[in-house]
């Protein structure tokens, strides 16, 4: 029902700030909580943060918080991850994905996932 396409990874220097993209189909956008994760080589899966299905509302794991933000523009059918003052542990393959509820961290909990977008992170 839903694909999800992330956009915007690339190589930025620590410190740098990266804003990614992820573009929806379907109109049922606004039915879904989307979450962002993000996967480093040899790791499991992480929990980066979701927004709510209006936007009202934002959750983010410990490492994201004061750092990354999310928004959602639901007439765009987009949502965005803003990163700042990226360090070397943020190198990894971001996705984002659905859940109809919010809030929901675990993988399991997400119906769509994108195909993710690498971002590294380097000195």
């Known amino acids: 029902q839903v694909q999800l396409v992330e956009s915007g990874g690339g190589l930025v220097q620590t410190g740098a700030s990266l804003r990614l993209s992820c573009a929806a189909s379907?109109?049922?956008?606004?039915?879904?909580?989307m979450g962002w994760f993000r996967q480093a080589p040899g790791k499991e899966r992480e929990f980066v943060g979701t927004?709510?299905?209006?936007?009202?509302?934002?959750y983010y794991s410990d490492s994201a918080k004061g750092r990354f933000a999310i928004s959602r523009d639901n007439a765009k059918n987009t949502v965005y991850l803003q990163m700042n003052s990226l360090k070397l542990e943020d190198t990894a393959v971001y996705y984002c994905a659905a859940s109809r509820a919010y809030v929901v961290q675990s993988s399991d909990g997400y119906e769509y996932w994108g195909q993710g977008t690498q971002v590294t992170v380097a000195s």
């Open positions: 927004i709510s299905q209006v936007g009202t509302g934002t």
């Open positions: 379907g109109r049922s956008f606004s039915s879904y909580a």
